[in-house]
Each structure stands twice: as structure tokens, then as C-alpha cells.
């Protein structure tokens, strides 16, 4: 590891109460939950926080249930229990599948769906479906909690409207009723950042979110309104090209991933018999 | 019973199953310091002025005014520094060494270089500074050509590849008996120990080599090896302490070499039925900023680079080129699998222009026993190209498969390749390489400077000690190299371990059987003590090579392989993903057929990365995706079913008929994952084929 790890602070919380009065306290503290984001940017001495809280033992942040006929997911909840989680599976299978899909046994182990989406990358997996579920994200702070639309919690390239003092605390899923589909393009089969990361709802008014061809996860909203009013799949493919904002960067190019993500709708339109 | 042809239990198994194998990052030394390597950050400039800008306590410092010995990495030129002086000519070029105690003091510590940067060069056919150039000449290529009833012509670019293995370069030097012992992972203990002579200014007895339990080289620690192990013994020698010098993940890829990227051009005649007639072929190979092995790198290429076919008339013209990246150096294959990935390809084209079968092609101008290669060489009974082939293609189903797939998105591809064993030329006799036997209470005690790198040295070497004394293989020790207690066996490289070192411990092993008589070497251990029996590398007869023009014998024999690829694409993501691999190689005798196996497997694995996703992205310079992260290799889940066969053709050359199986596997994949793709109606002629430029292909197709 090249940073020095002994010129790092750890504070262990109890609870979250506990937890939220520390980062009111100190505004400097990086919460950390499975790590394994923040272990990759310590190791290549790139990271800059140095004073950390760690989340991971707070329980009552890992439990999966049904709240007011919505799945509410644990912040804390890993890749792996997610995939377990029958709520999960039974109503959104494109969650499990996105969880299928992070990293290998030891990092689905490991890693939350919370750490994914604070995280930010516009390559998290996770992201696009949660975008396509209208997810909300539940924020608590010591003086309170609130609840953000998923769609309007990333303001742009790895930052999002949480305050240094809130920690995300869940996900709540509306049900979904339509057909869902799901579909990462790695630079191999397994244990890849994604080059394309694709989710879609289906119905009169598809819901289609794409991730990594853009600063954030993109809501397709031009093709998703193309398709209600009546444009092929074809049509609605071209209108995605021109929709997404994807850059040349070390793992793929602006072009493949445009005509990647074309090609995934007409799959989608295709599989589900449009 | 016999132990050659069988899978005795590996010497190095217990202690790496269990964890109890010592690699050289577990071990600590008393007083011992840890180092770091201050690299430059541009590709080509002039060093201006260098700040240290820390506390200098506790800290020994070395620029190139302490180099005791010459101030150069020596291989086979003498040109680049140990420690840039003024000059530097790649990012990451090593231009001051640190050690503390503390290693996190040691990261902190800042040093600021100012720079005069220079306007580097990346483009090989641009460059004008040459390292090497070579030609191959048989017959009279320009004639044949404007014979030719067809003339197919291309080029063929393959890119970088990381080797990867799994322990990143790692050294401990300790300043010990007046001078340095350094410990190491490594794969040529001789190459450092020469090194160290020359940098330090040292005679040969102070300086003593140990190889530590290595996790992998591939090439990577042929020669970067002695880059590591000068920096460190310098440092030790100036604080009078053991110093461990260790590469993370990133400073590895950045810094250290890759395999030669090539531009291949060729131009082949052939007669409207299919007979080659005339093969112009020109290499051009990258070497980055220094000359390390790319002669040699160059002259496996070139040599290989017509293929294992028959041709009158053949002209290679190999160069080397320098530019501004860290220096390439050994990668399993060493040049051969960039000019195979060309010729191959080529010859699929040739099939396409012809409209003829690809596999009947390869069967019409196969070599066959006494036929000459490239360099006139005249090929051997053992010489099996054809039988390979026509077993690869039955057992595929090459033909039914290539008929069924046709029009779906599945393709079927093959590729003919050979590779020579042991030193290109005159290497062998150059390296008079010796090993030795030494009886022992046990029985026999091996000593040679091979390195077990993962790959099966120990146990091989055993087995066949064993049967050439005729001793039961547990009776035979093997242990790590120690230039101070074993002969130079040479270099751990160039598929010679099993034929060429394996050959002389034969010749010990009978000549320890003459003189010890029928006794077990234990028993006449207990009676007469420590009997030691040293034998020195003899070139095989009728064996001539001219350095000069090229022309002869280039190794004493080759291998003979086959490989055939079937690939599916996904239609939406471009992506090509291996479903079925066929590999029959010809090694002359599998002395452990699962060690051969692995061989084969690990090889087509790893030449299936190469074909598919391996990309060294280099941006000014440097490697931009230097982690594991973006830098991806084949999993489990991206290497298909193989059919893996062994033939067993033996070369009177080899110990028990055995050749060479370390590198071929890897000549292979690229070309029948290349040619399995243009089954699919997409012409590609570079690798990595990665899906990227699959999509541009299928839109030019489209
Ligand atoms: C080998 C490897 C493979 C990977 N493969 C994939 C992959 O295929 N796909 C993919 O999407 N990702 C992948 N990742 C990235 C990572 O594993 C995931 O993003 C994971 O979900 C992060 O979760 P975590 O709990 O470990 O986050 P951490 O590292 O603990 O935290 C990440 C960030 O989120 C913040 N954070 C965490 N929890 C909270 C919270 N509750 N409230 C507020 N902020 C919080 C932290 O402060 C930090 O900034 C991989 C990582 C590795 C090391």
C-alpha cells in the first residue's frame, strides 16, 4: 500500500446515531462501509481522506424489507446479500443481476450497494438500475433524515447533493410491473469495469438508463419519450446514439460505446418481443 | 519405475500448496532498509536540476556518481545507465535510489526534477535510431515474385504485452564477505550475477546470486532482474545494511519490460494451385529507449518469421527500432509469436485470394523431413508439421465445423506454427552452459543455475536424473539456484531447460553411473563421500550456423504445433469470445505430461489474451492502464474447453526424445483466434482484436 497507514485514523461507531454525531463533529470524516472502493485509492496512495468511520458494523443499516409496498434496501446491504435476498429477486431481478456482475465472490462479499452509489462512478453497476426503478435515496444527518429522488441525487462527475454529514442509509424500490432488463459489456466475461452498463423497464413509457458513457448515469429521457410516442426501436436506437455523452478513455472508445448502446435497445426491443 | 512420462508428485509442491514457500518480499534481514526508485516523469529531455526535499536523516541516497562499478544494465550492449546522468530517454527511467528503514518515511520523502524536455518519439517507422538489423536470404525472391502466378500482400501489427506474473520484481541485497549477496526473484541468476560484477567493480567471488521461491516471469525477469538487483546492492554497499527493494503492481507495469510491439509486411507469391513460390517478409520491431535482448528478440522473430513452411525463395529483413518507451524486452515466445501472428494470417489470406480450403494450403506447403527452412536449415525426421495438422483438423472436425458455422456468428480458425529449442545460432556454443550431480545421503543432489519459476524445473530435472541413474525420482534433491554453489547452466529461457540443461545432467547422470557402478549414489555416498560430476554443454554434430549471413542450422530442433480456435461473436457488444480450442503439439517426449499440459493450457490462455484483450494503452509514453484493473487478462470464464495433444515425436537432440514446450504454446492462439474471426466474414490483421476494432471492421463489412 503506498499511502502510510499509520498517519490514518479509524473511529468505530456503536451506532448510527453515533455515527452521524461524528461526522457532524467532523466534517473530515470519510465514512467507509465494505472498503473496497476506498482500499483501491489508498493502495495507489491517491486517496486523499485520512481520518476514517467505519460503518461496517452497523447492522440495522443491512437489513432488506418491504416498507409501504416499496423494497427498502440497508445502505449497508453487500452485493452478495442482495443477490440472496428473495424481496430482491422476486421483484427486481435486474438488481441481483447487476450484483451478479461486480467484482468476484470476495468483493460482492464485501461491497454495498450503498458504497456503489456514494462512490460515484459513472461505471457503478448498480446505478442504472436504480435509475430505472425510480429508486429513492434515503439521507440521515443528525438533525434529520430526507429522501431524493435517485435521478436527482448525482449532480455530476463523482459528486452528489449529500452533505459531509449524511450518510446514505437506503435505497427504497418502487414495484415495477413491466418487463426488466439488464445488460454489463466488460473488456472480459468476469471482473471487468464496464464499458456499457445498460438497464431498461418496459411498457408504453420504457425507462431507460445507461451507465460509463457519461459523467453519471444517464436517464435516457429523449428515447424513452420517442418510444411513447410511437418510434421503433430502430428509431429510438439512433435517438439513444445521440443521447448518451460517452468519451475515448483507456478501455473503449465514444464510438463503440454509442453503437454498443444502440445495438443493446434494438436486443432489448428484440427479447421482449418489439 | 520409470519417472519420465509419468506425473510424480512436483519438488516444489508442499511448501507452495501450504504456504510455507518463502518468497523474497517474506523475508527480513537484520538492520534491513527498504528502497524506492525515483523515476523520471517525461518520455525524453535532459535532467536540469534534481531537490531533495526532506529531512535527510536515516536515509542513504544514490545517484549515478555512486556507481562504484560502470554506470550501465550489461547485456548485450552496453547503453543504458543504471541511473540516468543526464540523459533520459523514457518515463520512468530510474534516476536516484532511496532507502530508509521506514517505509513509510521512505514514501514520503519528495524529490522535485526539473526537466528540459526533448520531443520524444513513439512511431517505430519513424524512428532512425536502429538496434539491430538482420536479413534472411534463400534463393532469388525478386524473380520468383515476378514469376508468381498470384501475389497476396500485407501487414500485420501486433501490440505490448505485460507478462504479468503474479509476484511483481523483487530483490533483498546484503552486503556480506566483502561484498554483496543479493536474493531474488528471478529467472537468470548468472545474468544478475554478471551484472552486479560490472556495476559494482567487484570480482566474481563477492558477489553471490540466490533465487527466492518465484511467483512467474515469462521473459519479465530474464533481464529487468539485473536492473533491480544493481539498485539494491548499491544501495546496501553504501549503508553497510541489507536492503529490500520490492515493485508494487503499478511501478512493475510502468516501468519494467513488455513484449515487442511489430509492424509485419509481407509480400508472397503462390502458383494458382496453392504452392508457395516466393515469401518477401519484412519485421519491423519496437524496442522502446534501450537495446536490452532486442537483438536477439529480433532473431527469433525473423527466423520464425516464414513459418514452418517450404519456399525456395525467401528474403526477411528484420529491424529494431528505438523510440521513447521503457525498453521491451523477453516474453515467452521472443518474437515468434509476433511474426507467426503475420505469417499465419497471411496464409489464411492467401487461402481467401485463392478460394481454397486454409487447411489444404498449410498440408501443400508443410515442411517435411528434409526440407529446408528460411535459413536453409534442413529439417529432421522429427519434423511432424504435417501430422500435427492433419490430427488437429480430424480432431476438431475442422471441415464439417467450418461448413456448419458459415453465415452464423460462429467462426472456425486455424494456425500451423514450430518453434526452436534452446539458443538462437550460436547461442548454445557461446554459453557452453554446465550442470552438475553430486551424491548425497539421499541419493543425488542436482546443481544447476535453471530457475523453478512455476513452471516445473525441479521436477522435470529430477525425473530425469532418476531414470538416467536409474535411482527412484525421491532420491534425487533439487533446491534453489546459488551462483556460489552451482555451475552456470545458463539462463532460465528460450525452451532450453528441459532439452539443453536437461541434456547435460543426462550426460552426468551416465557418467556418475560409470563411476560409481551399481551402487545407489547413497550408498556410495556413505563409502567414499561427496562425489561430484560436472559435464559442459557439447553441440550436437553436423550442427553449422554463420552469424554473419544467417545461414544454417538456427536451432538444433523445433516443435511442431497446431492449433485450431472456434469463436462465437455477440452480435450487439462485437465481443469475441473463445468456445473451443484444439492444440496438438509435438515436443518430442512429455517428460511430465501434466507439466506439458500445463504448459500448453497456460500458454494458449495466455495467447488468447493476447489475441483478444491484452492492450498496453500508452499515452505519451507511458503505460496509462498500469494496474490490474484496466490491464486485463483471461479468467476461467473467458478461456473455452481444450482439447489439449500431446505428440510425442523425439529428437535424438533432447534427453528421453524431449524438446522444447515452454514458449510454443503461445505462437498459436493469436493467429487461429485471428483466422476464426476472419471466418466470420471480418478482416482483421491486428491484435489485440478487441471489440472496439471489431466494430469498426463489422462496419466496414456491413
Ligand atoms: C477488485 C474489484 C472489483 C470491482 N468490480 C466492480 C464491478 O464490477 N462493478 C462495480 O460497480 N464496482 C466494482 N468495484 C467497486 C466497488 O467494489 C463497489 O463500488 C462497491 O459497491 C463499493 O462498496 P463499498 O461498501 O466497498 O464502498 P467503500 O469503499 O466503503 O466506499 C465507497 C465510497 O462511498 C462512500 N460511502 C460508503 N458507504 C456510504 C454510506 N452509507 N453513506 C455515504 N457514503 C458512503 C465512502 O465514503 C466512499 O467514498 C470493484 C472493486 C474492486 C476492488
Not at chain 1, 438533525?143 to 448525482?154: C, I
Not at chain 2, 551484472?195 to 515469462?218: C, K
Not at chain 2, 499465419?344 to 494450403?361: G, N
Not at chain 2, 532439452?499 to 551399481?518: K, W
Request: net charge negative.
Amino acid at each position: 500500500m503506498r499511502t502510510a497507514a499509520a498517519a490514518l485514523d479509524l473511529v468505530r461507531p456503536k451506532s448510527v446515531e453515533q455515527a452521524l454525531r461524528a461526522m457532524a463533529d467532523d466534517p473530515s470524516l470519510v465514512p467507509i462501509a465494505g472498503c473496497t472502493d476506498v482500499f483501491v485509492g489508498l493502495n495507489a496512495g491517491t486517496f486523499p481522506g485520512t481520518r476514517f468511520l467505519d460503518l461496517w458494523p452497523l447492522e440495522e443499516l443491512r437489513e432488506i424489507g418491504i416498507r409501504n409496498g416499496a423494497i427498502a434496501i440497508g445502505a449497508l446491504a453487500t452485493h452478495a446479500m442482495i443477490q440472496e435476498s428473495a424481496a430482491v429477486t422476486s421483484r427486481i431481478p435486474i438488481l441481483a443481476a447487476a450484483c451478479r456482475e461486480i467484482g468476484g465472490i470476495q468483493i460482492q462479499n464485501r461491497g454495498t450497494l450503498g458504497g456503489n452509489v456514494a462512490n460515484g462512478s459513472p461505471a457503478g453497476d448498480t446505478l442504472p438500475v436504480l435509475a430505472v426503478a425510480d429508486a429513492v435515496v434515503v439521507l440521515r444527518s443528525a438533525s434529520g433524515e430526507r429522501r431524493v429522488p435517485f435521478n436527482a441525487f448525482f449532480t455530476g462527475y463523482r459528486t452528489t447533493v449529500r452533505r459531509p454529514d449524511e450518510l446514505i442509509v437506503a435505497f427504497e424500490l418502487p414495484p415495477i410491473v413491466d418487463v426488466q432488463w439488464f445488460r454489463k459489456v466488460g473488456t472480459r466475461a468476469a471482473q471487468a469495469i464496464s464499458k456499457v452498463v445498460m438497464a431498461v423497464v418496459g411498457g408504453e413509457r420504457p425507462r431507460i438508463a445507461v451507465g460509463s458513457v457519461g459523467p453519471t448515469v444517464i436517464r435516457c429521457t429523449k428515447t424513452e419519450a420517442a418510444i411513447a410516442g410511437g418510434a421503433t426501436f430502430d428509431e429510438a436506437s439512433h435517438i439513444l446514439e445521440a443521447e448518451v455523452q460517452p468519451i475515448d478513455d483507456i478501455r473503449s472508445t465514444a464510438s463503440y460505446r454509442r453503437r454498443v448502446c444502440g445495438n443493446l435497445l434494438r436486443r432489448f426491443g428484440a427479447d421482449t418481443g418489439r | 519405475m520409470p519417472a519420465v512420462g509419468t506425473n510424480v508428485p512436483r519438488k516444489d509442491s508442499t511448501e507452495k500448496v501450504t504456504g510455507t514457500a518463502r518468497y523474497v518480499d517474506d523475508l527480513v534481514f537484520p538492520g534491513m532498509l527498504h528502497a524506492r526508485t525515483i523515476r523520471s516523469t517525461i518520455p525524453r529531455g535532459r535532467i536540469r536540476d534534481v531537490r531533495l526535499s526532506f529531512d535527510r536523516a536515516g536515509f542513504t541516497i544514490i545517484d549515478h556518481r555512486d556507481v562504484t562499478g560502470r554506470n550501465v544494465v550489461a547485456l548485450i550492449e552496453d547503453d543504458q545507465p543504471l541511473l540516468a546522468e543526464r540523459e533520459i530517454r523514457h518515463v520512468a527511467e530510474p534516476i536516484l535510489l532511496l532507502a530508509h528503514e521506514d517505509l513509510d518515511t521512505l514514501r514520503r520523502a519528495r524529490v522535485d526534477i526539473d526537466y528540459e524536455p526533448l520531443e520524444p518519439l513513439f512511431d517505430p517507422t519513424r524512428s532512425t535510431q536502429l538496434l539491430k538489423d538482420l536479413r534472411i536470404v534463400k534463393g532469388d525472391v525478386e524473380q520468383a515474385l515476378a514469376g508468381a502466378e498470384v501475389v497476396v500482400e500485407g501487414e500485420y501489427r501486433t501490440g505490448h504485452q505485460e507478462q504479468l506474473y503474479i509476484e511483481p520484481n523483487g530483490v533483498i541485497a546484503v552486503p556480506e564477505n566483502g561484498g554483496v549477496t543479493v536474493h531474488g526473484s528471478l529467472q537468470c541468476p548468472f545474468y544478475v550475477h554478471k551484472a552486479l560484477r560490472i556495476a559494482l567493480g567487484l570480482p566474481d567471488d563477492r558477489i553471490r546470486v540466490v533465487q527466492t521461491e518465484t511467483g512467474g516471469g515469462f521473459g519479465g525477469k530474464e533481464e529487468y532482474p539485473s536492473v533491480i538487483a544493481a539498485h539494491a546492492a548499491l544501495l546496501a554497499l553504501k549503508a553497510k545494511r541489507p536492503v529490500k527493494l520490492i515493485y508494487d503492481r503499478l511501478e512493475d507495469m510502468l516501468a519494467t519490460t513488455k513484449r515487442h510491439p511489430s509492424i509485419v509486411r509481407h509480400r508472397t507469391g503462390v502458383t494458382r494451385d496453392g504452392r508457395l513460390v516466393a515469401m518477401d517478409i519484412e519485421v519491423l520491431m519496437d524496442g522502446g529507449a534501450y537495446v536490452t535482448l532486442s537483438p536477439v528478440v529480433l532473431s527469433r522473430g525473423a527466423i520464425h518469421a516464414a513459418g514452418p513452411y517450404r519456399c525456395d525463395h525467401v528474403r526477411i529483413e528484420a529491424r529494431a527500432v528505438g523510440t521513447n518507451t521503457p525498453p521491451n524486452g523477453a516474453f515467452r515466445g521472443f518474437g515468434a509469436p509476433q511474426t507467426q501472428f503475420a505469417v499465419e494470417v497471411q496464409m489464411e489470406r492467401i487461402a481467401e485470394a485463392l478460394s481454397m480450403d486454409p487447411a489444404r494450403l498449410r498440408e501443400l506447403n508443410a515442411l517435411r523431413p528434409g526440407d529446408t527452412t528460411a535459413t536453409g536449415q534442413r529439417v529432421e525426421a522429427d519434423c511432424s508439421a504435417l501430422q500435427v495438422l492433419q490430427q488437429a483438423v480430424e480432431r476438431s472436425d475442422f471441415h464439417g465445423k467450418r461448413e456448419r458455422y458459415a453465415g452464423t456468428n460462429r467462426g472456425i480458425g486455424l494456425s500451423l506454427f514450430f518453434h526452436g529449442a534452446g539458443f538462437t545460432g550460436s547461442g548454445e556454443v557461446k554459453l557452453a552452459s554446465r550442470a552438475a550431480l553430486c551424491t548425497t545421503e539421499r541419493g543425488v543432489r542436482i546443481l544447476v543455475g535453471s530457475a523453478e519459476i512455476g513452471q516445473g524445473t525441479r521436477t522435470m530435472h529430477a525425473q530425469i536424473v532418476a531414470d538416467s541413474l536409474g535411482i527412484p525420482y525421491e532420491d534425487v534433491e533439487t533446491g534453489l539456484p546459488d551462483t556460489s554453489n552451482v555451475p552456470d547452466s545458463g539462463p532460465t529461457v528460450a525452451s532450453r531447460t528441459c532439452m539443453v540443461v536437461g541434456g547435460i545432467l543426462q550426460r552426468c547422470a551416465s557418467d556418475l553411473r560409470e563411476r560409481i557402478g551399481d551402487m545407489h549414489p547413497r550408498e556410495h555416498f556413505t563409502k567414499h563421500g561427496a562425489t561430484v560430476v560436472t559435464k559442459e554443454y557439447e553441440p550436437p554434430h553436423g550442427i553449422a550456423w554463420d552469424d554473419d549471413t544467417y545461414r544454417g542450422d538456427a536451432y538444433a530442433t523445433y516443435a511442431w504445433a497446431c492449433d485450431v480456435a472456434e469463436v462465437e461473436m455477440d452480435p450487439d457488444t462485437y465481443e469475441i469470445r473463445p468456445i473451443h480450442f484444439t492444440a496438438v503439439q509435438d515436443i518430442g517426449k512429455a517428460i511430465h505430461p501434466v507439466l506439458v499440459a500445463g504448459q500448453i493450457e497456460g500458454g494458449t490462455a495466455q495467447g488468447i489474451g493476447y489475441a483478444l484483450i491484452e492492450e498496453v494503452v500508452m499515452r505519451e509514453g507511458a503505460m496509462a492502464n498500469a494496474q490490474m484493473t484496466n490491464y486485463l487478462v483471461p479468467t476461467t470464464l473467458d478461456t473455452p474447453t481444450m482439447d489439449v495433444v500431446i505428440v510425442e515425436t523425439p529428437s535424438h537432440h533432447g534427453p528421453f526424445g524431449a524438446k522444447g514446450v515452454g514458449e510454443m504454446p503461445i505462437d498459436g492462439p493469436a493467429p487461429a483466434i485471428v483466422n476464426a474471426i476472419r471466418h466470420l466474414g471480418l478482416d482483421i490483421r491486428q491484435i489485440p482484436a478487441t471489440p472496439e476494432r471489431i466494430a469498426e471492421a463489422a462496419c466496414v463489412s456491413a
